[in-house]
């Protein structure tokens, strides 16, 4: 069961998860901090650290821009321009403020001016 | 196959020379006032960074407090982005952790690297020092200070004040910038659809890790995975992503890729790189 939270309004469970978020980043960032002695890194570990930073993003935000209210994004949803203006701008000039700003300034006409 | 050398061996702790972190005595130290402005060329990008954050919580229906709170305390800005629309959906808390600890990932990576820097201080305030890491305060200062002084409390007190001289400056620009964002964007309509910005800036980051081929195919399994698993309750659908993408790739390097795994592998540890 999931609680749906009420827009702009403070909610306990919402700052548990803040406090929660908070621990993580404690953790992550502290991690081999944590113990005095040396934890031996084991081989799957350390390759899997190659891949689940880019699976977790990829498996956010696909979703975020391909599927609308549990069904596949229709062909006129500014998102998916927006996304593929970013991404295009990305690979021409790697930088991730260009992707942010390019992105936007193909989603916000879209969306504002023809309402996608 | 850590790379940590034994902390056994570390010269103790000089009070004087290694005050305790944040103290006043330490923020006296020179060395905290040149990590501070070392920090002052990157904080306009690290700034506007913070304020389309700031926008998107705003946007994503955080309350004021909330969103306030978020970046005062959670202080990571792809792990706040990534939560938001997860806390929207209703997600159980424990598929947010999750999700967070798997973008966090590299900062776990980091922390093996800083080890040989800060063990000799106590448990606290290691974790006063790496709370505070953020990744562009690790790229500095692995330039500024490349080798660990583990023996050497002078210079190792002047390494530690460097970094979390860095990584407070970082901290403060961040929470101002952060805060300007949330404060300027509950002013604005959420219809205007501002918060996109902030899913234009996760696929941005995911995008900069695509550098490999194997990466490309992690990236497309985990999102054809997490679509096609969409209906799952719970937002499961991240989480089988994840694992079945992550071990498929791990699947083909035990296999298939073996040879040339175990050559990069050994390749880079020739080079000395982690």
Redesign the interface.
Known sequence: M????V????DW??????????L???????????S?R???????F??????????????????????TQ?E?ASWND??LY??LA??LW??RR????G??LV??AV??PL??GLGW | ??T?V??SGLAPRDRALEPPVLSPAMIRQPAFREGWRNYYQIAL?IA??GL?TGVAMSNS??????AM??TV????G???L??L?????????WV??V??????????????H??NY??HLP?RE??M?????GDVNYVLFTQRHPHPATHDPQLRGEQVAWYVGNTAANYVNWCVACLTGVLLASTLP?S???G??G????????????DSR??IL??????????MA??L??KL??VV??LL??GI??LL?YTVLRRH?EEQEARQRRQGRP
């Open positions: 999931s609680i749906i939270s827009p702009g309004q403070t469970l919402t700052i548990l998860i803040i406090i929660g978020l908070t993580v980043t404690i953790v992550s960032r502290s991690f081999f901090f944590i005095r040396n934890l031996p890194m084991p081989t799957w350390q390759r899997s650290l190659k891949y689940a930073p880019v699976a977790a993003l990829a498996a956010l935000v696909i979703p975020e821009i391909a599927v549990g596949l500014a998102r927006g996304a970013g991404a990305y690979f790697r930088s991730v403020m992707t942010i992105g936007m989603y916000l969306h504002l | 196959m850590s940590a034994s902390t990008g506007s960074w389309m229906g955080l309350s004021l407090f909330e709170l978020m305390l959670v202080f990571a792809t792990a706040q990534a939560a629309p997860l806390i929207v959906a209703g997600a159980p808390v947010i952790l999700a967070a600890f798997c973008v966090n990932l590299r900062f776990v990576v980091f922390s093996e800083l080890r800060v063990m448990f290691r974790m020092f790496g709370y505070l890491s959420t205007w659809g501002l996109f910005a899913t234009l800036a996760v696929l941005g980051v995911m995008c900069a890790m695509l194997m990466r992690t990236a497309i399994l985990a999102g054809g995975v997490a679509v969409y209906a309750p719970l659908n991240l992503a994840i993408s992550v790739c791990l390097e795994v």
